[in-house]
Every structure is written in C-alpha cells, then in structure tokens.
C-alpha cells in the first residue's frame, strides 16, 4: 500500500486486527491464481471479501466499518445482509489498487479461519453472450474443470435490486497440507456496473 495517510493509520491497524495481515492473504489468493492459471493483471479485482463465524464478530467489523468509511451499498444476497464498504485509501493487491471491501453477514456455515476470505475478479462477459455462454467459456480459458488440484464451485447469488445477471466461478484448492482456506471468485460485472444498472433501472 502507499504510505499511509495519517488520520487513516489508525483504521487501517485495527483493520488488520480485525481481518489478519493483508499480505499473507495476498500470497494464498497468488497460490490459487498461479495454480489456476489465471493472471490476475489481466483483470480487475473489484473487491475483496471477509467471513466470520458469529453475528457478534459481523456486527463489531461492521461498525469498525461504518465509522471510518463509506457505505457503498447495503442489500440481502440470499436472505442475508451484506454491506460494500468503500476505503478511504486504497489497499495495493497483486498489483492493484482496491478500495472496496465485501461484508456479509453469517449464515450457518463454519469458516475454517475468520478475517479475510476472498475476492473477486471481473472476467468481462462478450457482446452478446448469455450466462451460461460465460460460464463456459470461463472455464475453457483456464481449464478450470480438468484441474485436478482445484475445487470449482458455480453460482448465481440472489441480490434484492440488483438488474444484471452476475454468475460467480468460485475456486479454491483442494490440498488441505497448504493451509489456504481463501477463495478466488470471477464474475463477469464489477460493483460499479451492477450499482449504475440498478440506478438506471
């Protein structure tokens, strides 16, 4: 990250307090990329993402949150809330500037490791392109289904308001021995595009 601003420092400690250290979530979300194939410097990282255990936790990040930063947007995505929060400053990840963080609240599953959990990356779709077309051609890029080291997870999230279609290709790695619990998400539209589609519509 830049050096950061003063009046933010403080912030962004109790951040890493919260969430853990950026840089080693940085290193596992590399690992799953480079065993994927996928060059992240070839697409935007729109946002990266939290998971906790307990809706105490949600609440006390959240606030964390809501006092330092701006509310992007707050909408239910299957049933829960989730919150887009927008830095004041960006953090540098994998060679990008991202200012957008991911929050939803906890709905029953147990996460191995709370803190940071995943990102998500924009794969463009096509003119023209449907998303079942996107999917497929997601996965053929990077042979995604061939890969033995690889878990591959495909979803639509439900999202109150929102007007685009927005697939998500979840991947992570199945050796438990590298300890890498995080997750790479594609889709194929960016938080801008899905807010500027829902403002339009």
């Known amino acids: 990250m830049d050096k950061i601003i003063p009046e933010n420092a403080n912030f962004y400690e109790k951040m890493t307090a919260c969430f853990g250290d950026l840089s080693q979530f940085e290193q596992k979300i590399q690992q799953i990329a480079e065993i994927a194939?996928?060059?992240?410097?070839?697409?935007?990282?729109?946002?990266?993402?939290?998971?906790?255990?307990?809706?105490?936790?949600?609440?006390?990040?959240?606030?964390?949150?809501?006092?330092?930063?701006?509310?992007?947007?707050?909408?239910?995505?299957?049933?829960?809330?989730?919150?887009?929060?927008?830095?004041?400053?960006?953090?540098?990840?994998?060679?990008?500037?991202?200012?957008?963080?991911?929050?939803?609240f906890p709905k029953g599953k147990i996460y191995p490791q709370e803190g940071w959990e995943?990102?998500?990356?924009?794969?463009?779709?096509?003119?023209?392109?449907?998303?079942?077309?996107?999917?497929?051609?997601?996965l053929k890029?990077?042979?995604l289904n061939e890969n033995p080291k690889l878990n591959i997870k495909i979803s639509q999230p439900e999202v109150e308001g929102e007007q685009l279609p927005n697939p998500t290709?979840?991947?992570?790695?199945k050796n438990a021995t590298l300890g890498n619990h995080s997750c790479l998400k594609l889709h194929p539209y960016g938080i801008n595009d899905i807010i500027c589609s829902e403002n339009y519509f």
């Open 37 to 104: 194939g996928i060059d992240l410097s070839r697409y935007e990282i729109d946002h990266l993402a939290v998971r906790m255990n307990t809706l105490e936790t949600a609440k006390k990040w959240r606030n964390l949150l809501v006092e330092n930063v701006k509310i992007l947007k707050e909408s239910k995505v299957n049933g829960r809330p989730i919150g887009l929060f927008e830095l004041t400053q960006a953090v540098d990840f994998c060679g990008q500037k991202v200012k957008i963080i991911e929050l939803p």
């Open 118 to 138: 995943h990102i998500e990356a924009v794969i463009p779709m096509q003119q023209g392109e449907s998303v079942v077309l996107w999917i497929e051609r997601v």
């Open 141 to 143: 890029m990077f042979a």
């Open 169 to 173: 290709i979840a991947i992570n790695v």
